[in-house]
């Protein structure tokens, strides 16, 4: 399967993913699909369509193998907050994701899916993530990334701490050199005049 590769700071071009392709999956697929997801945190910033947050689901194909015989997942969703974009306090990457993966597969049992995440997700998305049944998710940056930010959800989680690890959905984070350009660009992009946070 084809795959593009960077491994200086992201800026070159990784190629495109959509719904409905294919990848080929092995031990270096992860951080594929998360330096999609901060591709996709920077795409929102450069279009002023949110804050700086990227998702990618895919979904499991267990009997699939490819040509080397590597088993192969589909990507169902790419996305980016939306938030200013919609005009919709809820449009999360991660919940926007959520809703094109459910949309794609045209079912809401997403229990085969994996959520690739630019930041640890908020209560909303973590909620949203268990609702949709996903079993796992990746992150690259950590909350307290976003927090420098100004996105500071600290309070929330502090909230939600106690029920965490409950539901045995399982999170990894993988680090990428890139994770935190999305937050740079986006206060780069504050500076410049583009005040709204969310
Ligand atoms: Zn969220």
Redesign the pocket.
Known sequence: MERAWSTSDGTQELGTLFPGQLLSSDQSTAQFLLRHAVHQAREAVRKRSGGPFGAVIVRRLPAAIDESRQPLVEVVAVSHNRVLELQDPTA?A??VATREAARHLQRRDLSDCELYTSCY??P??YCAVIWAKIPRFWYASESEDAAMAGFDDAKLHQHFRSSQGVVGLKEERVYLAEHQMPFKEYIEALRQGFTELY
């Open positions: 999360h991660e919940m997700p908020c909303m998305c």
